[in-house]
């Protein structure tokens, strides 16, 4: 079974302080993503990286940035956090396509980590 | 406008119900189509894939309309592990990549 995994389940935080959300996969996904998800809102993406050390800007990148040093992990990193960052953080890996005119893409099965209920204070 | 819209709900039918959701999109850089299916206080997980054809998978059929740009899934005999929020997602190609936009999903309720 594809497993993904996020470091923590449950974080509080107080405004200003620097979070690392962490997520491990162990399918040799090409493709790792960190969405957020609140109500009414549904899942938007963070920011999403196709390739070590490679990272690309979702819809919604302000105030976070990102790390892919290894295949397998990529973390999530709120410089300095604040109450409207308090959110379910989902990590999420899949395969690559790779498109003839030279573009990335995926299958269209993410996997999904359990998530991290992140408050700020 | 968002990318992917779906009625919220909730959807409140009994067991045995046939039930159908609808999905609309934007996008028409749009090429793939899925609906994931979410449980309370869980991850999302794929549930089936949306084919041009139209497919089904047990008690659960997709259809997809590219000419009115938008998707259903129809589960029927529903059962009460059924209920969940089902999430319309769509793949869209950008100028360097593929991204998935998920909608804010349909919540079902089944009860006995």
């Known amino acids: 079974d594809v497993k993904v995994t996020q470091s923590s389940r449950y974080l509080v935080k107080r405004t200003g302080e620097k979070v690392f959300l962490e997520c491990v996969q162990d399918m040799d996904h090409e493709n790792m993503f960190w969405y957020r998800q609140d109500p009414g809102l549904g899942l938007r993406l963070i920011y999403f990286?196709?390739?070590?050390?490679?990272?690309e800007k979702g819809d919604i990148p302000e105030g976070y940035s990102v790390s892919r040093e290894k295949k397998e992990r990529f973390s999530l990193i709120l410089e300095s956090a604040s109450t409207n960052q308090t959110s379910m953080y989902l990590c999420a890996s899949s395969f690559s396509l790779f498109f003839r005119d030279g573009r990335t893409g995926n299958t269209g099965e993410l996997f999904f980590g359990e998530g991290s209920r992140l408050t700020v204070l | 406008r968002k990318e992917v819209e779906q009625d919220p709900g909730p959807f409140n039918v009994p067991e045995g119900a046939t039930v159908a959701f609808n999905c609309t999109y934007s996008n028409s850089a749009s090429q793939s189509f899925f609906w994931y299916r979410q449980d309370c206080r869980k991850e999302p997980k794929l549930l089936m894939s949306?084919?041009?054809s139209g497919n089904e998978d047990g008690r659960f059929t997709a259809q997809l309309n590219r000419a009115s740009q938008y998707i259903s899934l129809l589960i029927r005999d529903s059962k009460l592990s059924d209920s969940a929020t089902y999430l319309c997602v769509v793949n869209i190609l950008n100028t360097g990549f593929q991204k998935l936009v998920f909608g804010t999903g349909t919540r079902l309720l089944v009860s006995p």
């Open positions: 949306v084919y041009s």
């Open positions: 990286s196709y390739d070590v050390k490679m990272k």
